[in-house]
């Protein structure tokens, strides 16, 4: 990265330049008539949409779980997270396996998507920030807009879409939900 010289001043690597510039892949997806976009490192793998094993007193965005060679894991509907209504299971439905990261762990999580568009390079300077308005989520999900042949792709910024802790708080207060309900 960058060396101390001679004279004790820092030196930049033009090496570490090219790397900034170079672009990133994403896997795109499309959603509700929107195409969005994870970061392709973040992407374990695709599977055919299958047998999903709901789990009771789950928030509707919680589809259920899956054995994936023996793992369970949990699959989550990114239409119904997103505050829409749950996605309509088709022909092109496929669940994205995503590792996602804790302060120590990782975490497996499957994503419900209505189909696999392709994998794209956007270069860094093609990433416009994301809105703090007008997109039909919430602008902390949305890492960037990255430009593509004249149209947007949204970014997701899968470390708060998917954020383990804020999922396992929704889960509590679905069930503490679920209870209140059948004592009124």
């Not at 989550?76 to 804790?102: H, P, Q, W, Y």
């Not at 499957?110 to 416009?128: F, Q, S, T, W, Y």
């Not at 004249?150 to 207060?173: D, K, Q």
Request: contains cysteine.
């Amino acid at each position: 990265m960058s060396q101390i010289v001679a004279g004790g001043k820092r030196q930049v690597s033009a090496k570490t330049t090219a790397v900034d510039d170079s672009p990133q892949q994403y896997l795109t997806f499309s959603l509700g008539g929107e195409v969005f976009a994870l970061g392709i490192l973040n992407v374990k793998e695709i599977i055919e949409f299958g047998n999903v094993t709901e789990i009771p007193m789950m928030p509707a965005f919680i589809r259920g779980v899956i054995n994936l060679r023996g793992a369970v894991v949990p699959v989550i509907d990114l239409s119904a997270r997103f505050g829409g209504k749950s996605s309509t299971v088709s022909r092109r439905t496929c669940i994205v396996i995503v590792e996602v990261e804790n302060e120590d762990s990782k975490q497996d999580l499957g994503v419900i998507v209505d189909a696999v568009n392709e994998v794209l390079e956007i270069p860094r300077a093609e990433i416009e920030p994301a809105p703090s308005f007008g997109a039909k989520i919430r602008a902390d999900f949305i890492k960037g807009m990255g430009k593509v042949d004249g149209r947007f792709v949204i970014i997701l910024n899968v470390e708060r879409v998917l954020s383990t802790e804020e999922i396992a708080m929704l889960a509590r207060i679905g069930d503490d939900d679920g209870s209140t309900a059948t004592t009124e």
